[in-house]
């Protein structure tokens, strides 16, 4: 508690609010805190360890951000009841907070499922964007109407009609950056303000394929990762496995540029931008971008990711002091000043 109010993460800031929904927070723990507050499954296992003793491998989370969990030396008799906690569903943990390679940890002393009378729900548990999913949902559609091109902007408008129920809650990544409640929307509208505003400087660029290359670089996320109503993913589909969202995007610009008559060369253009985004082989890209707005696509993307990032790892950081390791950041530790 903060000032008589909670404070509470939702989306990348903090905001106040009088409800109090719960009693401890993953971004405000302190190492050697012991506590016990209900948290979302994101992962569970459980595994053997070098000593032979099975233990409980756990990934938590609530709306706060995510923390790896252990119960060590699991008892016969506790394995019944641990069988029956999944992926999805909210535990109860007494649990003290540990350190482990420059990360926090959470050592889980005493662990159930959550049951009706408990009182908690999904929406206590669940991260989110900032911004309602539809009032992004209406900047993108605005963007997209924008368009000069009758072509670009038939494509947009198309894919964003045929995808919109999901794109109202679907996450951007099953970890790290844009892993919430609307995360992909959050994602596309801020590639969108930051690519439109460049145009005003790179007056070379071609706003409508700017436009249209953000609007479906990352629009196949919806078929790649398995995704609840909440937008909690729970992990890759069979096509996202065996192809990827890069290979499925360029799939359905494909399918959608024969139905609608779309000139070959727009769509391979469009391919390119979806294939290149990523830049390295590495990374899935078979293609380093061949033209300005593909190369713009690329950097619009990795600058919203990264700051995401360092947005979502100050928050839990005080200030004069540096962060955990953001693995996604070269497991870089982070400095949040003091003003």
């Known amino acids: ?159 964003l009609a045929d995808n919109r129920e999901k794109l109202l809650y679907y996450p951007a990544a099953m970890r790290n950056h844009h892993a919430e409640l609307g995360g992909l929307l959050y994602h596309t509208k801020r590639m969108l303000m930051a690519g439109m505003a460049l145009c005003n400087v790179y007056t070379n660029m071609k706003k409508d394929w700017v436009i249209t290359g953000v609007i479906f670089h990352d629009m196949e996320k919806i078929n790649e990762i398995e995704s609840n109503e909440w937008g909690v993913a729970s992990g890759y589909s069979f096509q996202g496995q065996m192809l990827g969202h890069l290979i499925q995007g360029v799939k359905t610009v494909d399918r959608l540029c024969r139905e609608m008559g779309i000139p070959e060369e727009k769509a391979v253009m469009l391919e390119h931008m979806i294939l290149a985004h990523h830049y390295e082989p590495e990374f899935g890209s078979p293609k380093r971008p061949l033209f300005p707005e593909a190369e713009l696509l690329h950097y619009l993307d990795i600058l919203d990711a990264r700051l995401y990032d360092m947005e979502d790892a100050l928050f839990a950081t005080e200030p004069g002091e540096f962060s955990e390791k953001v693995w996604t950041l070269e497991n870089r530790k982070l400095y949040k000043p003091q003003e």
């Open 1 to 159: 508690m903060r000032g008589g109010y909670l404070w509470y993460h939702v989306g990348n800031s903090i905001r106040k609010g009088e409800i109090k929904l719960k009693e401890v927070y993953i971004g405000l723990l302190k190492v050697d805190e012991e506590f016990q507050d209900f948290f979302l499954v994101k992962s569970i296992a459980i595994k053997l360890g070098s000593n032979k003793k099975q233990y409980l491998d756990l990934l938590l989370a609530d709306s706060t951000g995510e923390v790896t969990a252990k119960k060590w030396d699991i008892a016969d008799t506790e394995l019944a009841a641990i069988s029956q906690i999944k992926e999805g569903d909210i535990i109860k943990i007494k649990a003290l907070v540990t350190e482990w390679n420059g990360m926090k940890q959470l050592r889980v002393l005493r662990i159930r499922k959550a049951v009706d009378q408990d009182g908690v729900s999904m929406e206590d548990m669940v991260k989110s964007a900032p911004e309602k999913g539809a009032d992004m949902l209406a900047y993108i559609e605005n963007a997209a109407a924008m368009i000069e091109d009758g072509d670009l902007r038939a494509l947009c408008q198309r894919v």
